[in-house]
């Protein structure tokens, strides 16, 4: 496979991962979210937020003023997701993880607990309220 037949770049699919799995599961995305996630500034993450909805999913979430945030529109369809509880399940773990690997470093992380997945399918707005 050339470098071109990939569809989008690899660090791009990345964060707009990140934008569908926080935007969905936490209700509400900021660049605050992708800036401390990628080390990028906030310029560059408020152009991956526009990337993502005028090249791959336009109408997926909407900026409210009040929460100065996006937050998933009602007619959300996943992108470049499942739209699975697993995949924010396993987003926390990582940094879990990250935290637990250089607790001595003060990297700033948040805390975080990870809660094992229940077999059955769970509402967004079920898992927000957690």
């Excluded at 991962?17 to 800036?35: D, P, S, V």
């Excluded at 996630?37 to 009040?66: C, M, W």
Aim: charged content about 25%; hydrophobic content about 40%.
């Amino acid at each position: 496979m050339k470098k071109t037949d990939w569809p989008i770049r690899w660090d791009l699919l990345l964060r707009y991962r990140l934008i569908e799995i926080i935007a969905l599961w936490e209700g509400r995305l900021t660049t605050n979210h992708i800036c401390h996630s990628f080390g990028i500034g906030r310029q560059q993450a408020s152009k991956d937020i526009n990337t993502y909805l005028r090249e791959l999913a336009p109408g997926n979430l909407v900026y409210d003023r009040h929460l100065k945030g996006y937050v998933p529109s009602d007619g959300f369809a996943p992108v470049v997701t499942r739209g699975d509880v697993s995949e924010y399940q396993d987003l926390l773990a990582r940094q879990q993880n990250l935290s637990a690997t250089f607790s001595d470093l003060q990297l700033g992380l948040p805390g975080n607990a990870v809660v094992p997945e229940p077999a059955r399918r769970i509402a967004p707005e079920t898992m927000r309220a957690v």
